[in-house]
């Protein structure tokens, strides 16, 4: 077992520094300039080590918005049952305000960011992982009380959290501070058609 833990930790290390030079790399020369074997080559191993390590390119960007949402599903069911499930939902969306917080996690997060939008293939994939993120949020909202109501609410409740979420990261600006007091506005102004109710915002 402990000779296991070691390995996943050593597994964890390589994959944190091969996403480190890929970073590097897509700031330098752009994204679709950068090849699997230039990021292999900065990190001193060959192609089938990194896709062993990482998969592809484009996994190796995606798979930091699977962590958020492992994250975000951990935050969820951390949740009281007896709250409002959009108060609930806008405790797990400090994944994203924290990245903001931050001068070096906004840059990396703008860096990701920018990625996305500018690479087609990319963004479909980043929606259709958001997508099974909200599904998962759904499933842990609809177990958590004995009688959740029809799914399909449930699903269009956190459908309509994420389009918040999506339209205040796309229209964010450079204030340090500023992301999560704009995310509130806008899920408070969102609040009472989805819930009937607003409630305080996390502290």
């Known amino acids: 077992m402990a000779r296991s833990g070691t390995r996943e930790v050593a597994r964890r290390a390589i994959a944190a520094e ?3 030079a890929a970073e590097c790399l897509f700031r330098e020369q752009g994204y679709d300039a950068t090849t699997v074997d230039d990021i292999a080559a ?9 896709f062993r390590h990482v998969g ?3 996994d190796l960007v995606l798979a930091e918005f699977d962590r958020h949402g492992d994250r975000m599903v951990e935050l969820l069911r951390a949740r009281p049952s007896t709250e409002s499930p959009w108060t609930s939902l806008r405790h797990t969306f400090e994944v994203f305000v924290s990245l903001r917080e931050e001068p070096a996690t ?8 920018s990625i996305l939008l500018n690479t087609p293939s990319l ?15 759904v499933d842990v909202l609809q ?3 004995p009688d959740p109501g ?17 339209a205040v990261t796309e229209n964010c600006n450079d204030r340090p501070g500023t992301f999560a007091a704009d ?9 009472p058609a989805a819930v009937g109710d607003v409630e305080a915002s996390p502290a």
Do not use: C
């Open 56 to 58: 592809t390119k484009e």
């Open 18 to 20: 091969i996403t480190s």
């Open 150 to 166: 029809p799914r399909v609410v449930t699903r269009a409740l956190v459908g309509a959290a994420f389009a918040a979420l999506h």
């Open 42 to 50: 900065r990190v001193g191993m060959s192609q089938r080590t990194f």
């Open 123 to 137: 963004r479909a994939a980043y929606f259709d992982r958001m997508n099974l993120i909200q599904q998962r949020l």
């Open 183 to 191: 995310l509130d506005e806008v899920l408070d102004q969102l609040a």
């Open 143 to 145: 177990d958590r009380v």
């Open 106 to 113: 906004r840059d990396r997060s703008d860096l990701m960011w």
